[in-house]
């Protein structure tokens, strides 16, 4: 028999228990939660940053990464390089980078038009000027390593983008499909080339040649992971733009000072 | 009637064990899809250590600190501590045992990385001294008259 007790007390259990949650009756399984944080266990995700402020365009990075890496140093390839941009009074974005990609510095305010031409500028006619390094920026979204056919190039668990040379082919669909080109033919190895943060000296505890050689501190190197990092602090707190966003690579090369004329 | 139906068959079957066998001897066995499946690391694992096993060239300024002391602290008091010996006189690799003797760069070029003037604003190089290399005695390499390891030694 309902007496008006027990039909009241009923009421109230029900929408007590109408308004609990479905998740509230899923059984949390501690092992799946470690494998979802274990997705990528990696402590380490290398991370760059550079400062177009200190950058005096000297090159000493792009030698130091020819030497290090053992690029053909007379060749015109390069694994990094530096852009030097004049914006005039007029507006004109003159910008220009040596054939050599800036392995003997700017040493001349002749601006390179390729072909062989050059273009003198006036003193009095800049409105702003720059240099910008260039490197791989070893995206989150790597689309040279979607495209690869055969499984040769490939994101290492700290997020560096290696190729393995053994196993390319030389198809050159990576050299197409990076939005940033930074990858090439090498002329010796005649597979495709990249920087990769020069992996055998991050992986000992070194920096990069090229943060090494640059005497301004322009390039340093980080591990976006370590809250402590002097480099991660600096990402996470300052303003700092990354190159092509609209592409969704996620690059991790972060650029201080970047201007809208940079491309 | 049998067989002439089943021989492309056994053909086409023979032609499918062949390509599995060729994979099976071909790809190396640490070749794999890992952390972040197909799309970004299919590969072959054993490629990470080629890349770490890679011979350190640079080994930057404190590799030169306990034989060449007096260069060390010499140039440290002056605006170029901020150089690496190896930018100047290449990368160490195992030096002294190989290479014995470095290779200095002393060419003009070499200063004129920095000291050539190109005055833009809000660059780091407008803040860098430079001189004109037609006007500032041509011809000469600048070490005759400065001591890269203390430039205005002398000269002021």
């Known amino acids: 028999m309902i007496t008006r007790r027990n039909f009241l007390k009923n009421t109230v259990t029900g929408i007590a228990a109408l308004s609990l ?3 509230a009756f899923e059984i949390v399984d501690p092992k799946k939660l470690m494998a979802s944080e274990a997705k990528n266990p990696s402590k380490v995700r290398w991370v760059f940053l550079i400062d177009t402020y200190k950058c005096t365009g000297c090159g000493f990075c792009v030698k130091a990464c020819k030497l290090e890496n053992e690029v053909p140093y007379d060749t015109n390839v390069t694994r990094t390089w530096v852009e030097r941009y004049v914006i005039t009074k007029d507006g004109v974005n ?18 390179n038009r390729g072909m062989g031409k050059f273009e003198e500028i006036k003193k009095e006619d800049i409105d702003k000027a720059f240099f ?39 198809c050159g669909y990576c050299i197409m499909g990076c939005p940033y080109g930074v990858r090439f033919f090498h002329p010796v190895h005649h597979t495709a080339e990249k920087c990769n943060f020069c992996y055998h000296r991050i992986t000992k505890g070194l920096k990069t040649a090229c943060v090494d050689a640059c005497p301004f501190g322009a390039r340093r ?22 190159l092509k966003e609209e ?4 690059p991790q090369a972060f650029y201080l000072g970047l201007d809208r004329e940079v491309k | 009637m049998k067989s002439h139906v089943l021989r492309p068959l056994f053909a086409f079957l023979g032609i499918v064990a062949l390509i599995l066998l060729a994979r099976l001897v071909l790809v ?9 499946g197909y799309m970004y690391s299919w590969h072959r694992l054993g490629n990470e250590e080629d890349w770490k096993n890679v011979k350190v060239k640079y080994q930057g300024k404190e590799y030169c600190k306990d034989c060449h002391t007096d260069k060390y602290d010499s140039i440290a008091k002056t605006p170029h501590k901020i ?15 190989d290479p014995p003797k470095l290779a200095i760069d002393k060419s003009r070029g070499q200063c004129l990385r920095c000291h050539y003037p190109l005055p833009y604003p809000s660059s780091g190089r407008a803040l860098i001294k430079g001189i004109d290399p037609d006007k500032h005695n041509p011809d000469t390499e ?4 400065h001591n890269p390891h203390n430039p205005m030694e002398g000269l002021r």
């Not at chain 1, 054939?99 to 601006?111: E, I, K, L, P, Q």
């Open chain 1, 247 to 250: 592409y969704g690579t996620k």
């Open chain 1, 221 to 242: 190197i980080g591990n976006l992971r370590d809250p402590n990092d002097p480099v991660t602090k600096i990402i996470m707190t300052e303003r700092v733009g990354v």
């Open chain 2, 83 to 97: 150089i690496q010996c190896e930018n100047c006189h290449g990368p160490a690799i195992d030096h002294p045992s």
């Open chain 1, 132 to 170: 910008v390094p260039k490197l791989c920026n070893q995206c989150e979204n790597p689309p040279c390593v979607q495209v690869c056919p055969v499984g040769a190039t490939y994101q290492a668990p700290d997020g560096v983008v290696l190729v393995d040379r053994t196993w390319c082919i030389g």
């Open chain 1, 21 to 23: 949650p479905l998740a």
């Open chain 1, 94 to 111: 003159h910008a220009d980078t040596p054939d050599n990609g800036g392995r003997d510095g700017f040493t001349t305010a002749r601006m």
């Open chain 2, 28 to 36: 190396p066995k640490d070749f794999g899809a890992y952390d972040r």
């Open chain 2, 142 to 145: 600048c070490s005759s008259c």
